[in-house]
């Protein structure tokens, strides 16, 4: 009389099991030595799908630092206009808010999109942060507007003399666009002018 055999279905589905687990485990346990690595170009293929419209970082900081100023305009130049009747006033009120609106939205605003680790303090006056950083922004402030100012009374004074000095002569007002317009220009060319010299800096220090 033959023996019983085993059932074979059984010891198959064991072994079935305890492959994939030891599997599992050796995944979850992997050392990060051994897992291979990619580029950043190579993985920001797969990010989205092919219909995404990809802006280049520097219109995307351009475009951030326009939206704020334009709103710094609006508030205060147009919404604090009749509270505030003397202009050395409201320059020095608006040189305040928009220093802290640099420090506490912009540069905050920044930092929270940038894709690697300090990538934006490129696009940053002032990178520090902190009680002395605040300070150095509320200085900042008053750059930007000593700057705004100087932009707007050159090209009203261009206006006044093309026409011939016609009192009745439409001069250019302060409106939220083309203050954010003249504010991003002049904040982009004090952070270009403070990267290149801290380049040359570097170069000569390596030398």
Known sequence: MKKDKPDQPEKK????????????????????????????????????????????????????????????????????????PNQIDMLFIAAIIMGMVTDLLINHFLRFVEKLPGGSARYMMVTRRGA??????????????????????????????ITGGDPNTRLLSVEPIFFGIFTTAADMLCVTIRNTIRQIVTDAMRK
């Open 13 to 84: 589905q064991a072994s079935y099991y305890k492959l994939h687990t030891e599997a599992v485990e050796d995944l979850v346990t992997a050392d990060s030595e051994n897992t291979p690595r990619y580029s950043r170009e190579e993985l920001e293929k797969y990010r989205s799908g092919k219909l995404e419209i990809r802006f280049p970082e520097w219109l995307k900081v351009i475009f951030i630092k326009f939206w704020f100023y334009g709103a710094v305009c609006f508030f205060v130049f147009m919404g604090l206009g009749m509270l505030v």
């Open 132 to 161: 002395v950083g605040f300070g150095m922004n509320l200085m900042y402030g008053f750059v930007l507007i000593f700057l705004v100012v100087t932009v707007y009374n050159a090209i009203n004074s261009a206006i006044f003399a």
